[in-house]
């Protein structure tokens, strides 16, 4: 069973690496964009028309391009301050504590997967489409899988550290020095 996490954490985890490359890459054609609109804009009274809107469709997509990866490394925003405090004291507890939290955040990013996936195949049904007609447009579900893609992903990331048996807590209180005294040295852990 431990092969087969280890497997499934590595080729989950080389996804997300992918998708954050691509996040990357996105960013930098953002800037193309902004800049060729500016420079156009400036130089030739040329402006960029779909500008706005590739703009906007683009940071939907690096959010949740990049957002596995940050899944992965623990990088997502949340406020843990309890569970460090409460890990150099009770490392077992916070451990249990941290794996009820991957298991509802499996859980939640799994219900917006299934909420995100009739929207997807209702709009690659109908073509639905953004923007303004005759100056710039762009279909939406590309961006809708790729928030369903995301989330699934983050779902099955944060799941399999809620099994992972090795899971060490991500904190460590840091190791003692010399001139610091020991302090309680028969709390569990």
């Not at 996105?26 to 420079?39: E, F, R």
Request: proline letters at 6%; a positive charge; aromatic letters at 8%.
């Amino acid at each position: 069973m431990n092969a087969v996490l280890a497997v499934a954490r590595q080729l989950a985890g080389g996804i997300a690496i992918v998708a954050n490359a691509v996040g990357t890459l996105m960013v930098l054609l953002l800037v193309a964009v902004v800049n060729y609109d500016a420079t156009a804009r400036s130089l030739f009274d040329a402006p960029f028309h779909g500008a706005v809107e590739v703009v906007q469709f683009s940071m939907v997509l690096i959010v949740f391009l990049q957002l596995p990866d940050v899944c992965r490394v623990d990088r997502l925003t949340r406020s843990d301050g309890l569970l460090t405090v409460a890990g150099r004291r009770h490392p077992r507890l916070v451990r249990a504590a941290r794996r009820v939290i991957d298991a509802v955040s499996a859980l939640f990013m799994a219900l917006i997967a299934v909420a995100l996936w009739p929207e997807f195949v209702e709009m690659y049904a109908s073509n639905d489409y953004f923007g303004v007609p005759g100056v710039f447009t762009a279909p939406w579900w590309p961006l809708k899988l790729t928030i369903f893609a995301s989330a699934t992903l983050c779902a099955l990331l944060f799941l399999l550290k809620a099994l992972d048996p090795m899971a060490a807590p991500r904190h460590q209180a840091r190791p003692r020095t010399a001139s610091a005294p020991a302090r309680d040295a028969g709390a569990d852990g």
